[in-house]
Antibody
Framework: VQLVQSGAEVKKPGESLKISCKAS????????IAWVRQTPGKGLEWMGL????????RYSPSFQGQVAFSVDKSITTAYLQWSSLKASDTAMYYC??????????WGQGTTVTVSS | DVVMTQSPLSLPVTLGQPASISCRSS???????????LNWFQQRPGQSPRRLIY???NRDSGVPDRFSGSGSGTDFTLKISRVEAEDVGVYYC?????????FGQGTKVEIK
């Protein structure tokens, strides 16, 4: 079971961005994928999750309307996207899934830097 | 949101000695099914978080048995029976009972 995330991104405020999380080694459609943000100031923050089977997404209130989750089942990949980045979006972003009671897997993280 | 408060925030330990981290929640973490969805994660320097304990006291696959979790309601503890060099890192509790799921601030474990 593995989650492999896309590489580091450097963007300007106002730009859009889509980062990816490629899943392998398990039935992608049957297990939710969550997104977690990590910053030095606020630590780990739960952004929400998406269920690849039906693309149903649930967002933490802090992130509702700020980001969007999506999946492409054909390539077992989940996405996190922004339509207009802010400097405050600068962070490390992780995807995560739990495929059994005792098997919890995280991606390696994607660093996003937003700076003018 | 449920606030998770960890203590201490920094924990210097001697190799081979025990260590203990406390985590308190602002609300009971007992869900309607009777379970408390309290997890513990370890984040080694430069690595992604890794879950050690789920539902208070269950070790994840591959986690050494020197790690144990306990607690109920709003008070939870992670214990390391004998600290090893590879245990250096930041430890987080996280509740999954109430939406949104929330993390503690983290406890940095270092070797004296």
């Amino acid at each position: 079971v593995q989650l492999v995330q896309s590489g580091a991104e450097v963007k300007k405020p106002g730009e859009s961005l889509k980062i990816s999380c490629k899943a392998s080694g398990y039935d992608f459609t049957n297990f939710w994928i969550a997104w977690v943000r990590q910053t030095p100031g606020k630590g780990l923050e739960w952004m929400g999750l998406i269920y690849p089977g039906d693309s149903h997404a649930r967002y933490s209130p802090s992130f509702q309307g700020q980001v969007a989750f999506s999946v492409d089942k054909s390539i077992t990949t989940a996405y996190l996207q922004w339509s207009s980045l802010k400097a405050s979006d600068t962070a490390m972003y992780y995807c995560r899934t739990t495929v059994a009671y005792n098997v919890d897997v995280w991606g390696q993280g994607t660093t996003v830097t937003v700076s003018s | 949101d449920v606030v998770m408060t960890q203590s201490p925030l920094s924990l210097p330990v001697t190799l081979g000695q025990p260590a203990s981290i406390s985590c308190r929640s602002s609300q009971s973490l007992v869900y309607s099914d009777g379970n408390a969805y309290l997890n513990w994660f370890q984040q080694r320097p430069g690595q992604s978080p890794r879950r050690l304990i789920y539902k208070v006291s269950n070790r994840d696959s591959g986690v050494p048995d020197r790690f144990s979790g306990s607690g109920s309601g709003t008070d939870f503890t992670l214990k390391i029976s004998r600290v090893e060099a590879e245990d250096v890192g930041v430890y987080y509790c996280m509740q999954g009972t109430h939406w949104p799921e929330t993390f503690g601030q983290g406890t940095k474990v270092e070797i004296k």
